[in-house]
């Protein structure tokens, strides 16, 4: 526990600097973690104890004669609106009127973060003597001292092997994009298989059950993928021809990274922001192959589809892959134990082993685990697809936050002793700071901006819930007293969709309800009229709001962005004014040795 909190004391005199900032970083981003946790169980617990005066949750629940199309095109019934009270009410944890102060707070937070650990860096490597260190002097002397005779060597660049390089990479991208239109297909498939089930839980729960089966086999490619990935980036840096190792990584974090960000949030961007906008509507459904209807939101709303795929990566991430990470490692080690060269315990050679005490440690570090030298680079892309999940899509899964702070809070712990124990010791190597991460760190932090304004004005439903409330609700009239604004919101929100236009009216279910009525219309989301089903007046207001609110919400959160980066300064001025004073020393020092040698 001592090593976790107090990592760049012992372990920047056995693993050197770059493994000793790491752990400083974690241990800082734990830290400022909890603060991004803290608003996100307060939205959670505001959404919860808000159920009983949520309108729109109490018309859901209450809406038994409000019958809705089918969700597929054979032996899916009609059902009532009012079967989709619960997951309203779950929907209304994460989506609610604090939703977008999350957001924003998130994007602040983020900017805030990164602007402090600049900082408390600065102090580190200030204490270390490492503030003027110079990597590429430290690679070149790393050369001359490796072979004095050698020639250095120059910086490479080829624009014909930068445009294979390119086109490979613009390949696989595609590949990984293809990867998520194939998950799109497995979901549209097994929910009709679900559907046409014998087993009503199965009937009743189709596309649940598809999308918690997605999220499945989307983790299954995600683990498949990153060993390819892998291979992928490695090949095309050995194209490109890096001078340095320190180029070759950089090179190489920022091609990985970007094949992994694609890998993890290809399919939850689909979810996110095309899932139900692009299907049809009831009569003119676009399908798969002419034969499978594209899918649909979930009934209570598109944002918790995105929920539950969050919900469930994440956890599956961050235990199975412990198990993994650490519990591989430590299997090993047992098993090559009794294959180990047993010690000398006899009094003969008692001081021979006093002697020889260092041989001994090599010789046991020898025996645990291979580490290459991207052992450490592991940790961090790690971290980074973390990072990624807490800010990018956080209004969809405010609990993110707190999930990555427990996760942390053993992953520090199991880092040190999976570097200790199970493996080799890292050659240790200088480091000012973490590289090439802290750009992917700023990366993140605008993509997250740009997320999470797409979330709250497409996926939600917040923006049409605004449009009617101050257009047509019933707060626009003068005699509102004690009336919710939001009165009649989910019967606005549902267009009329005639059961006798159907593409398949012979193969459907018997149009009758629970009281045995005739069905002769159900309802559907969208804003369409009910006679040729083209878009109503509504939705281009809607349509409008939501354009108005993204370019406001990013506009605003990343001048707060820029704002907060201004106001913190990235070194703070003890440390400035520190090493001006070295600075002004050295250079007296120097001047007045010239006036020594200087004869007039």
Not at 566 to 584: A, C, E
Request: one cysteine or more.
């Amino acid at each position: 526990w001592r090593i976790s909190f107090y990592v760049y004391l012992p372990f920047r005199m056995y693993f050197g600097e770059k493994v000793a900032l790491y752990f400083a970083w974690l241990r800082w981003y734990t830290y400022v973690l909890l603060i991004a946790a803290v608003p996100g169980i307060i939205l959670v617990i505001y959404g919860f104890m808000s159920f009983s005066s949520s309108q729109v949750s109490q018309e859901i629940c209450a809406a038994n004669t409000t019958i809705m199309c089918p969700l597929c095109d054979q032996k899916c019934p009609f059902w009532p609106l009012s079967d989709t009270c619960t997951y309203a009410k779950l929907t209304h944890l994460f989506d609610n009127e604090g939703t977008v102060l999350f957001a924003i707070f998130m994007a602040l937070w983020a900017t805030v973060y990164l602007e402090l650990w600049k900082r408390q860096r600065a102090k580190v490597v200030s204490e270390w003597n490492l503030y003027w260190w110079d990597e590429e002097e430290d690679d070149v002397a790393l050369e001359i001292i490796s072979n004095p005779d050698c020639d250095i060597r120059k910086y490479q660049h080829s624009y014909v092997r930068t445009t294979i390089m390119l086109i490979l990479f613009a390949l696989m991208i595609c590949v990984l994009i293809g990867i998520a239109q194939a998950l799109v297909v497995y979901r549209v498939v097994v929910t009709v298989l679900f559907a046409h089930s014998n087993s009503e839980f199965f009937r009743e729960r189709a596309t649940t059950m598809a999308v918690v089966t997605g999220a499945v086999l989307h983790y299954l490619s995600i683990i498949i993928m990153s060993k390819v990935n892998r291979h992928v980036a490695e090949y095309l840096c050995e194209l490109e021809k890096p001078r340095t190792f320190s180029e070759r990584e950089k090179n190489f974090t920022v091609k990985i990274f970007i094949l992994q960000f694609f890998t993890h949030f290809s399919s939850l961007i689909y979810i996110a922001f095309f899932l139900g906008r692009i299907n049809g509507h009831p009569g003119n459904y676009v399908r798969v192959a002419g034969k499978w209807r594209l899918e649909e939101c979930h009934p209570s709303g598109c944002l918790l589809d995105l929920f539950i795929q969050m919900a469930i990566i994440m956890t599956l991430k961050q235990t199975l892959s412990h198990f993994q990470e650490y519990l591989v490692p430590w299997l090993k080690n047992q098993w090559r134990k009794p294959f180990a060269k047993p010690r000398h315990d006899s009094k003969i050679h008692a001081e021979n082993s006093a002697q020889d005490q260092c041989k001994d440690d090599w010789l046991d570090n020898y025996q645990l685990n291979e580490v290459s030298a991207f052992s450490l680079f592991n940790e961090f892309l790690e971290m980074m697809i973390q990072y990624s999940f807490t800010t990018i899509f956080v209004a969809a899964f405010p609990l993110a936050p707190l999930l990555a702070f427990f996760n942390n809070l053993i992953e520090i712990r199991y880092d040190a002793y999976k570097m200790v124990k199970l493996q080799r010791r890292m050659v240790p190597r200088k480091a000012k700071d973490i590289g090439i991460w802290l750009q992917v760190l700023e990366a993140i932090g605008i993509l997250a901006v740009i997320a999470n304004g797409l979330v709250i004005s497409i996926t939600s439903d917040f923006i049409p819930m605004q449009v009617y409330k101050y257009t047509l609700g019933p707060c626009t009239q003068k005699n509102d007293a004690g009336t919710d604004c939001l009165t009649g919101y989910v019967n606005h929100s549902l267009s009329v969709f005639s059961v006798q236009d159907f593409e398949n009216r012979n193969e459907m279910s018997d149009p009758t309800d629970s009281m045995g009525n005739k069905i002769t219309h159900c309802r559907y989301r969208d804003y369409r009229n009910s006679d040729d089903y083209s878009y109503t007046i509504e939705f281009w207001h809607v349509f409008a709001a939501r354009l108005v609110f993204l370019i406001l919400f990013e506009h605003v959160a990343l001048c707060i962005k820029l704002i907060a980066a201004w106001f913190v300064p990235d070194v703070p001025r003890r440390i400035k004014n520190k090493h001006l004073g070295v600075k002004h020393n050295k250079l007296k020092k120097r001047l007045s040795e010239m006036d020594y040698s200087t004869e007039v």
